[in-house]
């Protein structure tokens, strides 16, 4: 079956810090990947989005991700975490217009 | 601004009523989606729709229902049968199906009292 995995279900950084939140997929093929972040009480927003070529794509908020088609991974990543980066972040992947969300990282940024 | 916009923002439901939450986008987008968020467990999707008058069932359907009349809403009804409507409710809406991403809309969340 298709699925999205998030290994880490809570994170906490220091402000200042560099951040990276795993995202690994079990799919047939290459699908379509993206990352969406979520503040408390408040809907999705895309930060970036994987189709094909270039491995690694920059995405808004300074985010950058990499795709990496021997593992299965799309891993997150941001060099300096600033504490409103403190959300909740998804993975999802898309394939044959199935759209399938990670079960979320929470992110802390401590002072 | 082009968006998503979802109202209420809060609800609450006693036992054996229909709730309908509302969902209009002016994006000019194609598709729409429902989907539920519970603590813990991502997103799960309700229903979507890729063209008006046409919608499809997603993975968690029963109890809810759906309509698309018009490109723009895609209203959600919570029905007595959903025996557990408690949580947090996502619309969304892509230009067409295919690797565009979603866009969102603030939520509603829903409460039985």
């Known amino acids: 079956a298709q699925s999205v995995t998030q290994p880490d279900i809570h994170i906490t950084v220091s402000e200042g810090a560099s951040l990276e939140l795993r995202c690994n997929y079990s799919y047939g093929a290459t699908p379509y990947l993206f990352w969406y972040v979520q503040s408390p009480g408040q809907g999705l927003q895309l930060l970036l989005k994987?189709?094909?070529?270039?491995?690694l794509v920059q995405g808004i908020k300074g985010f950058e991700a990499e795709f990496k088609r021997s593992q299965s991974s799309f891993n997150l990543r941001k060099p300096s975490v600033h504490w409103s980066d403190a959300a909740e972040y998804f993975c999802?992947?898309?394939?044959?217009?199935?759209?399938?969300f990670g079960a979320g990282t929470r992110l802390t940024v401590k002072p | 601004d082009g968006g998503i916009t979802q109202s209420p923002k809060y609800l609450f439901r006693k036992e054996g009523q229909n709730v309908t939450l509302s969902c209009e986008q002016n994006?000019?987008?194609?598709?729409m989606y429902w989907y539920r968020q519970d603590p813990g467990q991502g997103l799960r999707l309700i229903y979507y729709?890729?063209?008006?008058?046409?919608?499809q069932k997603g993975d968690i359907a029963e109890g809810y229902s759906v309509s698309r009349e018009k490109k723009e809403s895609f209203p959600l009804t919570v029905t007595s049968a959903q025996k557990n409507p408690t949580a947090f409710y996502l619309c969304?809406?892509?230009?067409?199906?295919?690797?565009?991403?979603?866009?969102f809309g603030s939520g509603t969340r829903l409460t039985v009292v």
């Open positions: 994006l000019n987008h194609d598709a």
């Open positions: 994987y189709f094909s070529g270039d491995t």
């Open positions: 999802a992947v898309e394939k044959n217009n199935d759209m399938r």
């Open positions: 969304a809406s892509s230009p067409r199906t295919g690797g565009y991403g979603y866009t």
């Open positions: 729709s890729q063209i008006v008058n046409d919608f």
